[in-house]
């Protein structure tokens, strides 16, 4: 069996568009949104994109604390199911926290206009977050055993094995349906950590979790926002605002 080619190595410059392609409606949605009323919305687009009636689209929001479990979740890994609500998802992966500071975004793609390869939109969306953190002079990383984008703690106590010690800052989990995308990243900005404890978080033990402000970078969310969204047009294409939030700015 052929080895998979690590996904530091996978080339994403193709997940621009084909020319004559819509930009991507960039929609910042206000206040805290239930989880549920957020995958109805990511849902309809998803359809609508499909079907070509609408663009593709990044929703970002906030929401209040809640468990997600994706399709690999194990139970076991739900230490405290009392402590905030929690939501059976549809996208890939374990259990992850969303909550208030916490910047999603979720991605409705069509990567049928684009690359219909999994693997390397996964590599691309780390790759967002990764060129994003970098703005801040942070070095995010992926590792092939763990989806999604780590920092290096040299300040901390080394892992079993005597390994340096790494935080997770940013989690991914997609799902990918009549090759639209949905779902996507969340992006720890300065949300409460010791909400993490309730679970553990991707499945993933032995690691900590941590933010932008538990690296020492105080930054509002909506300075987050313009990095994230010059980065995402960088490797996915134009965006423009939605009629209403700004016009095409």
């Keep these: 069996m052929d080895t998979p080619t690590p996904r530091a190595a996978l080339d994403i410059g193709s997940f621009l568009p084909r020319p004559g392609s819509p930009p991507v409606e960039w929609v910042t949605v206000d206040g805290r949104i239930d989880y549920p009323a957020a995958v109805a919305l ?4 998803a359809g609508r994109v499909a079907e070509g009636e609408a663009p593709e689209a990044v929703f970002l929001v906030e929401h209040p604390p809640l468990y997600t ?10 230490l405290d199911a009392a402590r905030f609500p929690v939501f059976r998802s549809g996208r890939g992966g374990e259990f992850t926290y969303h ?12 990567l049928k206009r684009r690359r219909q390869d999994v693997r390397a939109f ?7 977050v990764i060129s994003t953190l970098a703005d801040f002079q942070i070095r995010g990383e992926r590792r092939e055993d763990r989806v999604g984008v780590w920092v290096q703690r040299p300040d901390r106590l080394a892992i079993a094995g005597g390994a340096p010690a790494e935080d997770k800052i940013a989690a991914i989990g997609i799902r990918v349906r009549r090759w639209v995308t949905f779902h996507g990243i969340s992006l720890n900005v300065d949300p409460e950590l010791s909400h993490f404890d309730g679970i553990v978080p991707c499945g993933i033990r032995g690691y900590g979790v941590t933010s932008l402000l538990d690296l020492g970078i105080v930054v509002s969310m909506p300075e987050v926002d313009a990095l994230l969204r010059a980065r995402f047009e960088a490797i996915f294409g134009p965006s423009v605002l939605p009629p209403g939030q700004g016009g095409a700015a």
């Design 99 to 110: 909550g208030p500071g916490q910047r999603v975004a979720y991605v409705v793609l069509d």
């Design 69 to 78: 479990s994706g399709t690999s979740a194990q139970d076991g890994d739900l």
């Design 122 to 128: 996964v590599a691309a969306l780390e790759e967002w």
């Design 42 to 45: 990511m849902e309809e687009r």
